[in-house]
């Protein structure tokens, strides 16, 4: 984890501001969350001292120790990361408590867990992003959680998205023949293929100890028949050489490019690679011209009780795409039925956030989790490094844990999200801010859909107990109350997957004790 402390005077400030010029992100208005474009920024407040705001001037300097182990820079009041939409993790983790296991503290990714559950965040009406900000007091003095709140537009019809090529690539080794495994992909897949339009393109791929092409891009319409019999013959055979399958799945899709479609590769495996090519790095760097010239992007579908965490997530974040991780029938139909069609359309490219913490306010903060999907703040405006690919339908959830200095009210923090249109590559950036005074006076009293937010975190933590790197979260109220907790939310909400989370806690409270 990673603790800031912010400067002790409000003089680092007025010189920032200097320095921003007019790149630094100002405050207008008054609003705890309220939300405004670029061109709307460069307002002053706080007797004319700008609020903290993005600016590509400030680095996290010497801040790179792991875990606890830190040491102090001159100045850093920003936090930067990429947008990350995975929640493998969490589905990961349901999986290993439910079938009596604790999960390995190391694939734990608690941003994941907090993005598994639907939000109330107020949606754009266009492409991008809307900005929500808000907070509540912990039980431990002058520790809150700071809430960043970032909503696409509401996914339209489908007739109204662009034509999909789809490159499955699925691996039928002998460890997808487990239950589970290639028996639900082969039924996700069937059931996908009847959900798809006619000017939809399929393409399938297979490897083992080697890839295969087994089907060549093929439009739907009028072809379902022979796609359903080459996902119907789908056997599992020997090892997992996934760097092949990864690399045939994207010449193959790059042999069938649509032109005005969306080219994605949607990869299905345990992600148990036993041999050729096992490093993700190397795996990528092989089909780094599919990825960077034709746009094409990885939907990493996890599945098997025994799963290659560490590979698939490092495949999808630097393959500008995300993971899931299905369990069982209905956790297939969610994410082949529900969630990939939302993400064959891209509302935003390479979208970052940063989080300006005002350091008259706040004495330090820690960002929960996206440990893997930190960028240098001076990068924050650079487009050429890479950031998240979010889709419409998509709500993004950022917590930090943050301490305020006793006696001190006003401007916290303004949190700006930056993407490229998915069309022009135009930038585009919008933003919210949070005042002390907005603060909900205990984490309890917050909204339902917050409560549920702090739940998952908390329940993310626990579940990290044992690996050093990390300290609880201020304000952990132990697993007995957390579950508590998550069953009264569950009747608040009538939400099943809040129910499915209070199981889980239960289920980690029998094998954490």
């Known amino acids: 984890m990673e603790w800031h402390r912010t400067r002790r005077t409000r003089s680092v400030l007025i010189a920032l501001a200097a320095a921003g010029g007019l790149l630094l992100t100002g405050c207008s208005g008054g609003s705890a969350n309220g939300s405004h474009s670029e061109a709307d920024r460069g307002g002053s407040k706080n007797g004319g001292v700008p609020a903290p705001a993005p600016a590509p001037a400030q680095s996290q ?17 920003l936090s930067t990361f ?32 907090v993005n598994s559950f639907r939000q109330d965040y107020r949606r754009p009406d266009g492409n991008g992003f809307s900005v929500t900000v ?28 662009p034509p999909a090529a789809l490159t499955f690539v699925v691996d039928v080794s002998g460890s997808m023949d487990e239950p589970g495994r290639l028996d639900l992909a082969r039924q996700s897949l069937d059931t996908m293929t009847d959900r798809l339009r006619d000017d939809d393109s399929v393409a399938i791929v297979t490897f083992s100890s080697q890839a295969e092409t087994v089907l060549p891009m093929t439009r739907l319409g009028g072809h379902r028949g022979e796609i359903h019999d080459a996902i119907d013959g789908l056997e599992a055979l020997s090892s997992t050489d996934l760097g092949a399958g990864v690399e045939t799945g994207y010449a193959t899709a790059v042999e069938g490019l649509r032109e005005g479609a969306t080219n994605r590769v949607v990869l299905v495996s345990d992600a148990l690679a036993n041999t050729g090519d096992t490093d993700p790095d190397s795996i990528l760097e092989r089909i780094s011209t599919a990825r960077r010239e034709h746009g094409i992007t990885l939907f990493g579908v996890g599945v098997g009780s025994d799963y290659g965490d560490a590979l698939m997530e490092r495949l999808a974040d630097k393959g500008d795409g995300h993971t899931v991780y299905v369990s069982d029938t209905e956790d297939a139909r969610k994410v082949f039925c529900e969630q990939l069609p939302q993400n064959i359309e891209l509302t935003a490219r390479d979208a970052k956030a940063q989080v300006a913490f005002d350091p008259h306010t706040v004495a330090e903060f820690r960002l929960v989790g996206y440990d893997d999907r930190r960028v240098a703040d001076d990068d924050f405006r650079n487009d050429h490094v890479d950031g998240g690919e979010v889709g419409p339908g ?5 917590l930090y844990a943050v301490r305020t200095k006793p006696g001190t009210d006003g401007h916290l923090a303004t949190a700006t999200v930056r993407w490229l249109d998915p069309g022009t590559r135009d930038p585009h950036e919008e933003s919210g801010e949070l005042e002390t ?9 917050a909204s339902p859909r917050f409560q549920v937010t702090a739940v998952a975190a908390y329940f993310a933590d626990a579940l990290r107990e044992g690996d050093d790197r990390w300290t609880t979260l201020p304000g952990d109220p132990g697993l007995g109350e957390l579950h508590g907790h998550a069953v009264q939310l569950a009747r ?7 129910r499915q989370l209070a ?7 029998r094998g954490l004790d």
């Not at 493998?88 to 503290?105: E, F, I, K, T, V």
């Not at 509540?136 to 109204?160: F, H, I, M």
């Not at 199981?503 to 980690?508: H, N």
């Open 394 to 398: 998509h709500t993004v959830t950022v």
């Open 492 to 498: 608040t909400t009538e939400d099943e997957a809040v």
């Open 437 to 445: 005074g907005a603060l909900r006076d205990s984490v309890w009293s």
């Open 503 to 509: 199981q889980a806690i239960q289920e980690a409270g």
């Open 61 to 77: 300097g010497s801040r790179k120790a792991q875990g606890d182990e830190w040491t102090t820079p001159s100045a850093d009041y």
């Open 82 to 113: 990429a947008l990350d939409v995975d929640t493998a993790s969490y589905g990961y983790a349901r999986r290993m408590l439910a079938d009596g296991q604790r999960p390995d503290p190391a694939t734990i990714r608690p941003e994941e867990f």
């Open 134 to 161: 808000d907070g509540a007091r912990t039980d431990k003095p002058n520790w809150s959680l700071v809430r960043v709140g970032l909503a696409t537009r509401t996914a339209g019809q489908s007739g109204e998205r």
